[in-house]
């Protein structure tokens, strides 16, 4: 019997009955259903075969208690979590997020949205993401160490470079993957690729650490230019303070923008006189190494620290969310387009709500979702994986030139299906592109 034409509301109801309380799931999904159900109704193929209902359930679902022992001898507990959510295309990839709201419902979202963004990079590569509810945030690096090395002793059951190979995200960078991956070799007695992002000594791959933020950039910059435009000289809002922010706000000095802000969990710094390659590197330093608040740079340079507040009320042309999930919601999104935002980049992963996208495109305004724009960061992991098999290691040149070269096919994925003649909807355009291959995978496998 051949399925019906599916129906949004229908569809969604369904997804909300099936997982109930996972909000942020049901947001990713929604975002993906409103281009891929009219997409499949026209192409019913993929519906007689129901290729988006298996898509949005995960392959499995592990879950993990994690035991560790804090610097006063207390034993403390936390839950750790590794969604393997599609492997049609590849061995599941993507990071691991270590953060107090780490749950279901966030980890199912950044798996679902990684299945697609692993698609677009046009590398073989399924979605994975994991995490837990442990924070890093005022934990000695010992403790730090403790947590990741009893994590790894149960995650490393799971994983593997033909398997499922992680990486890092919102709280997990360098240090955390330096004893993720030292436990891993331990447990394993192999030397694998099976983590990326790690450091260069052991492994690592040149532009990573800048891949997110810089491919975020590259990504604006082909917007801009396809509309004859460019990031020179335009005032930029840039939200966070880390990894991808960092690296967003060096690529937009080199190519001649002006960042006024930058945030953490706290608040927002504005600098009217811009960001410049200095101050950027005591940001750097402050975040990475210091671990210490955004408000620092405000007192060093004598600017306004906006406590508790977003910098989208702030006038810029272009706006690159790199935060987190949900940080631009309708009205936000009203001020920007009221002082004249022209380009919106996500460098984080949803953090545009959905009735703020609709707002977005109903003014023609250029939004660019993660999942194309911050694929640099994945499709650098992925050359690194390469890397690791052939054990060489390419050159800055060469990684960065590939890097634009990805972020510029996404762009054409994006036109090929997103392109209206006035106005391109990117949001459309990587939904599509990033559905059609894991979809013609999936169907050549059979029901599985
Ligand atoms: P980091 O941990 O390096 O930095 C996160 C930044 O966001 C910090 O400034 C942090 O502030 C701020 N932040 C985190 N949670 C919140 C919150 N609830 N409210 C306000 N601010 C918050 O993470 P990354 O830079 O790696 O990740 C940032 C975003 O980019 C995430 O959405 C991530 O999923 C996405 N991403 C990351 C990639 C990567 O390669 N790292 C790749 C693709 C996407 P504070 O210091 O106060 O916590
Ligand atoms: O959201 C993401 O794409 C990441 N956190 C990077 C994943 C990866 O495997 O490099």
């Known amino acids: ?32 259903a409103e281009d891929i159900i009219p997409f499949v109704n026209q192409f019913p193929h ?78 073989p590569m399924g979605g994975g993401k994991g995490g837990s509810d442990f924070d890093p945030k005022g934990k000695s690096d010992r403790e730090v160490m403790r947590f990741c090395q009893s994590f790894m002793t149960e995650l490393h059951k799971h994983i593997g470079p033909n398997r499922d190979v992680p990486a890092g995200d919102i709280g997990v960078g360098a240090r955390e993957i330096g004893y993720l991956f030292g436990q891993y070799k ?16 052991f492994g690592g791959s040149l532009i990573r650490t800048e891949a997110t933020g810089y491919g975020t950039v590259y990504f604006m910059e082909l ?18 303070s880390g990894n991808v922010a960092q690296y967003a706000a060096e690529k937009v000095i080199q190519l001649g923008g002006k960042v006024v802000t930058m945030s ?37 340079y004598g600017c306004e620290f906006y406590q508790g507040k977003k910098p989208w009320q702030m006038a810029c042309d272009i706006a690159l969310p790199c935060a987190t999930q949900n940080e631009i919601c309708l009205q936000d999104a009203q001020t920007l387009v009221e002082n004249g935002v022209m380009a919106i980049a996500e460098g984080a992963n949803m953090p545009t709500y959905i009735d703020a996208i609709h ?48 972020m510029s096919r996404i762009h054409e994925q994006c036109l090929k299906y997103g392109d209206e003649g006035d106005f391109v909807d990117y949001v459309k355009g990587a939904n599509l592109a990033g559905f059609v291959k894991v979809a013609d995978a999936m169907l050549a496998y059979g029901v599985v």
């Open 186 to 201: 331990r447990l394993e007695n192999e030397f694998t690729g099976t983590l990326t992002g790690k450091s260069l000594e």
């Open 223 to 240: 917007m801009l230019n396809h509309r004859e435009d460019s990031i020179k000289d335009k005032v930029v809002a840039i939200s966070g």
């Open 46 to 123: 993929y519906n007689h075969a129901s290729i988006l209902e298996r898509m949005i359930e995960p392959d499995r679902i592990v879950s993990f208690r994690v035991s560790w022992e804090d610097d006063e001898g207390k034993i403390r507990v936390n839950r750790g979590y590794r969604v393997q959510y599609n492997s049609a295309i590849g061995p599941y990839k993507g990071g691991l997020r270590f953060h107090p709201t780490v749950n279901q419902s966030v980890l199912k979202f950044l798996g679902f949205e990684q299945v697609f963004k692993n698609s677009l990079t046009t590398l």
């Open 1 to 32: 019997m051949k399925n019906r034409a599916i129906d949004l509301d229908t569809f969604m109801q369904e997804v909300k009955l099936r997982n109930p309380g996972e909000t942020e799931f049901h947001q990713a999904v929604q975002e993906v």
């Open 359 to 406: 707002l977005f495109h109903e003014h023609k305004i250029l939004y660019a979702p993660g999942k194309a724009s911050n694929a640099g960061g994945v499709a650098v992991s992925g050359l690194e994986m390469s890397q690791n098999s052939q054990r060489l290691s390419w050159s800055r040149k060469e990684l960065d030139e590939r890097l634009q070269t990805i």
């Open 264 to 300: 953490d969990s706290s608040g927002f710094i504005h600098d009217p006189d811009g960001i410049d390659e200095e101050k950027l590197a005591f940001i750097i330093d402050l975040k990475t190494v210091k671990r210490g608040r955004i408000e620092e740079y405000a007192k060093k």
